[in-house]
């Protein structure tokens, strides 16, 4: 019975001390995959006395970690109607985003340059508009760890575009009208994936 002990002993040790450095938590992660809901502040034809937020989806894909600074690509979409006109914006953008943890939780600031398209009717009663902007984005957020490779992250933004309405053919100069907003607040909540 000793014999038998003494070898199956130095046989679980090594077990155990394998199982405790698994049970440790992983290096910090370099990428994250983010999908989620959003809400935009106003529609594209959004005078005042006629505002209506609008809703949609949010992805993106930041990649590479340097002193916690990443390369963020990111695109997100929304739906609904003003002013009898569909509003179908989706935009496309590229940026940084600096992440710091704090205690459990992230923070992290993002800046971000790129396009935004839209359908060309978006203008109230159907008029039609520009179809396509520069756009920016600042702003940050906060995500809180629900497991070793998941957070849910809730964020905010300021977005900036220049988009304009349409002038009578055949000239189609573009123009703004007083109240047409360029600035709208984002905010956007859903779950990280960090690998």
Not at 23 to 44: D, K, M, V, W
Not at 136 to 157: C, E, H, K, N
Request: hydrophobic content about 40%.
């Amino acid at each position: 019975m000793l014999a038998t002990e003494s070898t199956v002993i130095p046989l679980i040790f090594p077990i155990c001390v394998s199982s405790s450095l698994c049970a440790q938590e992983a290096a910090p992660s370099r990428h994250e995959i983010y999908a989620g809901y959003t809400f935009l502040s106003n529609s594209f034809n959004g005078v005042p006395g006629a505002r209506q937020p609008l809703n949609g989806w949010d992805a993106s894909l930041a990649l590479g970690s340097w002193h916690g600074l990443r390369f963020k690509a990111e695109t997100f979409g929304y739906t609904g109607t003003n002013l009898g006109a569909p509003q179908s914006p989706l935009f496309i953008m590229a940026g940084g985003q600096y992440s710091r943890r704090v205690g459990r939780e992230s923070v992290f600031v993002e800046g971000m340059a790129g396009d935004v398209g839209l359908n060309r009717d978006w203008g109230a009663n159907r008029s039609a508009g520009e179809t396509a902007s520069f756009a920016t984005v600042l702003g940050g957020g906060l995500d809180t760890p629900i497991s070793r490779r998941f957070a849910f992250r809730a964020s905010g933004s300021f977005v900036y575009e220049n988009i304009a309405l349409q002038g009578p053919k055949p000239l189609i100069v573009p123009y703004r009208i007083p109240g047409l907003p360029n600035f709208f607040a984002r905010i956007s909540t859903g779950l990280v994936w960090r690998f």
